[in-house]
């Protein structure tokens, strides 16, 4: 069979968002229902791709490529390799799990959040310090909206990471910020306002440089194409091109780099780009937290991946020392950032944006050329798996992180400070425990996942430059300061006697949370089963960077 | 290949699967808990005795026994990565030693525990740890043993804190994980860096290995960029991982805070067994650590480093020692003090020094924690040792036992183990080519260890009862941190009770531990260096003459001088004098009270951290949050206020200069357009009119033009 | 006098009688046969010119003419028409009281 499975898998998400938005305001559970149904063909269709998924090539499979606009170059091109269908994968996990732990959302009479809790619990304290407002919001109507821009969201990234056309592709890349805006507008928290507007423009200058930047080189090259435009790389011609179509051949092409660059670093984000980050996921609903972090976070990786470091080599090693430094600085002043933070949610923010540093790190220090080095490929290909393996370890653990917060959310009424709780361990120790486990994961602790990613980049990156990694171990440590501490204000110590009647997990929330927790366990012990699927075409990647 | 060699692996598994299984069932099976764990355990306890009699059988044989297994793990760049385990002499005692630890510290445990709520979770740590650290001991790759190293952190982290409710354990637990983890990060850069340079993490792998002959010529002659060969830069950075395991300065401070954990735990963990991790880290990367070019001087700069990390270690951690009042503190620093010896030996004398040491300190420290456990737990949860005294005539069979751990451990010539390895590091350090000072220090260092050993032993079980039951729940503030302590209670405690005997499941494993402390010193006495020979895979013969050697026997004589005064000088301090109650001042408090107070705050570490590392990452942290808020934050802040303030300047640009000329245009126009609507009155007459006015103007133009 | 000349001042003072018909009568049926009269005033001239002009032999002249009065008969119908359609409309045919086209 023949069919075109990247297109379906895109557009099944599509439809079902717009057949969920035609729903009425009053069918919530339909809504959720057929968004949960719909999110789980999608995982069933990113399953099926992983099955039928040729780990023996390193090439890119299921390519559907038709003449769209030929007079622009432009084609509908799509395709995935280990990289893309990683990806996919993980958006097909995170976005059902996302729109179950969305349940409470429109539950109760009143659509309050407090509705749920059948104990009465004391009003809760006005907004103190940085977000860590206290009082719970009723959430806004409108479950079947709620469920269709999630659909859309996830239409949207299934789409970034399998176009392999910039037309198409940024048009995707768009369309996955418009529900994103929205859903933190609507039902975001107190300050959800400024929050979206912020995290719209900031991404939104980013996509515009990277558009004019894609323009350029398609004025240069006439092409669109991300393969042919890093053939064209590897052979140096892209600088050359741009150099000869737009003049100024001496700057032009670290310009068009940078505008590129800023595009994805706005995204991943790098610092100093990241301050709508801790706001915008502070902000936004849990479940809608889930998927930013999750995966929209790994968007900008994923661009950095697929378009700067095929395309642009030759710029990045022109001002690679400045790039290794801004990367090492995000590992560490976002690990010490996120100790200064007293809200959970903002923490947790940083944290992501901490982990997200090591892959930068990585992906700059694989770009170097690497003289002197012992068996440069192979310490290459092992930060490059490592890259791969923690975007998606990243993505696992802190959309499951974000979920904790979400139902100790639920519990509070609102309430995420990190002083607001204390010795909540004693009441709620099957949260704790599995929390704990989600809370070394980020940590690094090997066994779980994230030892395995964090490894293989370092096992890279120190032959390639040991100075960046050596002081980016400092992040390391500075992680397990901050988790040690958030463990020990809010589940050790003597009891919080307001959270006395604290409620377990239910049934179904510990059936929700031990989806991502048993694949903690699985990557941890058994990464094989990912890095069997990436390895070639990493391998791939890392002859394309060697010239 | 041996059986026992290929399955080595099942040692770590069993009681990673009992841990697995309690912790996934209801915390109310204590005996399903109790029983897995300890069934686990003693499994695990037979197929170490499996894999040492392999090595045992196949001991003398040429060279050292070693059998490596393998597995892949993971694959990048077409590469596999393996793991595997080794047997060999080093794994072989460890495990032994190990597992059997941890058998009997679980079997005291039973009863220790036995009215905790959190029972079953204990046990469930408690497996776990024990198949980290096994997993430790059989690694045969520096990756694997770097997973089970931090899995040992981690139980460790959760054993501290397991009464979390106490802040001052979530606290310690807090402080062990992040101060360890310090150390953990050198091992992690030693190890990338290790893999960099040679290509694989196996320590033996045929010729392959990292820990081999080949890799390590490799690696002496390559040299770093400050001028030290590769080799050497390694290993100090997996020193680091040993030197926060190990508790060794500066990275010591965890170690005495991690007593906040149950007393079985600070057995197991803080004293015999994972603390030992390191030491036995070094002794594992030895090949590494003591690699050097061809002609080179033996002691390599890393030796170096580990001999004086050790040395000092001991002499500051006894020194301590003796001004602390808290009977695990005491042992905790105590602990650390050994470790240094551990480290010292290591450094000047190579494994089998170090590791002998290692041995017999797990045994006798054990013995010790578990009966200063039941000390603490007869005494009602007092731990302070002013408000003890008199235990002898209550607790018979722990005195006892404990009087042989701490000969033992104060190294008491000839029948105690302690004496045995503790003067053959101080032979070791003594012919250590480099210093002598080390040496001294160490001499200083066994002196002080009999002297606050003694100081001990004669406030606890000496003398009167000093705290009436009656306040004994209330007596001091360290009592009221353990508000577990009421169903901790076993026997018939009424609550104002005398001390008392604790149960037999208590005992038994003391008594045990009582008797290898004094047995296993004679595998490694100078006439019989049996375990030296083990370890180096050489024959050992009995040569009772080498005890009387001028060298040794000097050397031998003049450490029980040091031992004999340091015990005389504290009996004749605390055992003869005794305190007649809790509050009188110490007498060396009394004597020097501002060395005493140096030494009670343990000479300001704690602080100095506190006024340096701690708030400098406070500092951090704020100085970055505020970058962020400010800084970065302002940035985006001013573009904000720059694009407000050009739309505001573009507003009034189009409102009162674009828009106003436009509408007056636009006005004037209309105005206009209604004017001239005027002369459109409707009237066709006027109309006419115009017209006729019009071509008669018309007409006189054209007159008037063609006459021009 | 040449007879073009003669011609020409009939035909003038036609068209000003006809004009000041048009122009000062309120009636509009008068002010329609004023318009004739300059109508046919300009009729007159074409003759005139032609009859007298370079070339009379050519009829042109006559031909202008003859559409002319066939137009003016026309327009007259229309006209005629057209006041008779106001007078039922405002029941006058007074023009200063038809303004209703003013702006």
Redesign the interface.
Known sequence: MNLPWLTILTFVPLFGGIVVAGLGAEQRRLARGLALAFSLVGLAGALCLWKHFDAASGDLQFVEKHDWVPSLGIQYFLGVDGLSLLMVMLTAIVTPLAVLASGSMFDGKAGSLLAIHRSPLPAAGGVRGDGAHGVARPTQGGAHIFYALMLWLQAGLFGTFTALNFFHWFLFWELVLIPAFFLIKLWGGPKRGPAAT?FFI?TMVGSVTLLLSFLAIRLATGSFDFIELADMAKRGEITAKLGEAIGWKAHIGLLVFFGAFLGFAVKVPV??F??WL?SAYAEAPGPVTMLLTGVMSKMGVYGFLRVLLPIFPEQIRLVLTPLMWLAVLTI???A??????RDLKRILAYSSINHLGYCLLALFAVTGAATG???P??????AL??VLLQMFNHGLTASALFLFVWLIEKRSGGLRGLEDFG?I??VV?VFTGLMGIAL?SSLG???LNG??GE??I??GV??LA?WA??LS?LG???T???L??L??RV?????NGRWAQMPDLTLSERALVAVPIALMFVLGIW??LV??VI??T??KM?QQLNF | MTWIAQNLWLIPVLPLAASGVIAVNKQRQHKLAATLAIGSMVLAFLLSLCAFSATLIHHGESGVFREVAGFNWLQFGGQWLQLGWVLDPLTAIMLVMVSFVSLLIFIFSVGYMAHDENFTRFFCFMSLFAAAMLGVVIANNLLLFFVCWEIVGLTSYLLIGFWYHKPSAAAAAKKAFITTRIGDLGLLLGMVWLYAETGTLNFYADGHGCLESSALTAMVTHMTAAGMAVSTAIGLLIFLGAVGKSGQLPLHVWLPDAMEGPTPVSALIHAATMVAAGVFLVARVYPLMSAHPEGAAAETAALQVVTWVGALTAIFAASVAVAQTDIKRILAYSTVSQLGYMMLGLGVGGVAVGMFHLITHAFFKALLFLGSGSVIHGCHEEQDVRKMGGLKKFMPVTFATYAIGMLALAGFPLFFSGFWSKDEILHAAHGWPVSHIPFFLGCAGALLTAFYMTRQVALVFFGEYRSSGRQSAHSSSKTDKHEKSAPTHVGGYDGKGEPHESPAVMIVPLVILAVFAILLGFVGTPAWPWFDGFLNGEPAGFNFSKLTESGTLGLMLASAGFVFTGLGLGWWLYGKRQRKTAEEPDVLQVAQPAVFRLLENKYFVDEIYDATGVRFNAWAAQACDFLDRWIWGGVVMLVTWVTLGLSSLYRFTDEFVVDLGFDTGCETLREGGGEMSRWQNGRVQTYLRVIGVALVVLVLFLIWGRKT | MTPLQGCLLVSALLFAIGLAGAVTRRNAILALIGIELMLNAANLNFIAFWRYGAHPEALSGMMVVIFSIAIAAAEAAVGLALIIAIYRHYKTTNLDQINSMKG
């Open positions: 912020q900031y610092v100093p990241h301050t801790p560490v002043l976002s010490c950032a996120a100790f200064a933070q080095v012992n068996q490929e192979l310490q290459k290909a092992a798996n490592g010795g361990r004693k120790p070394f602790l090997p066994g030892f395995v490894f293989l370092f096992k120190f032959p040991p990694a050596a171990t390391l440590l500075v397990a300061i901050f040690l501490t463990i020990q589940f050790c110590g003597p009891l990464p094989q890095l069997g390895d070639l990493v391998v890392v």
